[in-house]
Nanobody, 124 residues
Framework: QVQLAESGGGLVQAGGSLRLSCAASGRTASGYGMGWFRQAPGKEREFVAS????????LYAYSVKGRFTTSRDNTKNTVYLQMNSLKPEDTAVYYC?????????????????WGQGTQVTVSS
């Protein structure tokens, strides 16, 4: 079992930055690919970014490419999402998730474990 805990959400003005963290814990917290998804009110959960294990590959949604960067510190079992040039349309609950396997993943049903989510609100 892997537990995921996100942190770092909050309220920011458009054009600002936030860094989300996702700490993984459990007996086998290492060895998992990690991803970020988000869900805005009234919308479906959407893929944001994926980061393979141990970290050679990343993939981003078109809407965030060039503005968001995912990184991971495997010594701390933590993955990060640096979000720059934030826009009001980035407002959502952001979730981190973990999966077993190689490569990157973009579909929510490919992920095995999920965090509780952290709210990101971008004001105009």
């Amino acid at each position: 079992q892997v537990q995921l805990a996100e942190s770092g959400g909050g309220l920011v003005q458009a054009g600002g930055s936030l860094r989300l963290s996702c700490a993984a814990s459990g007996r086998t917290a290492s060895g998992y690919g990690m991803g970020w998804f988000r869900q805005a009110p009234g919308k479906e959960r959407e893929f944001v970014a994926s980061h393979s294990w141990p970290g050679g590959s990343t993939l981003y949604a078109y809407s965030v490419k060039g503005r968001f960067t995912t990184s991971r510190d495997n010594t701390k079992n933590t993955v990060y999402l640096q979000m720059n040039s934030l826009k009001p349309e980035d407002t959502a609950v952001y979730y981190c998730a973990a999966y077993r396997g190689i490569g990157v993943r973009t579909q929510w049903n490919e992920y095995d474990y999920w965090g509780q989510g952290t709210q990101v609100t971008v004001s105009s």
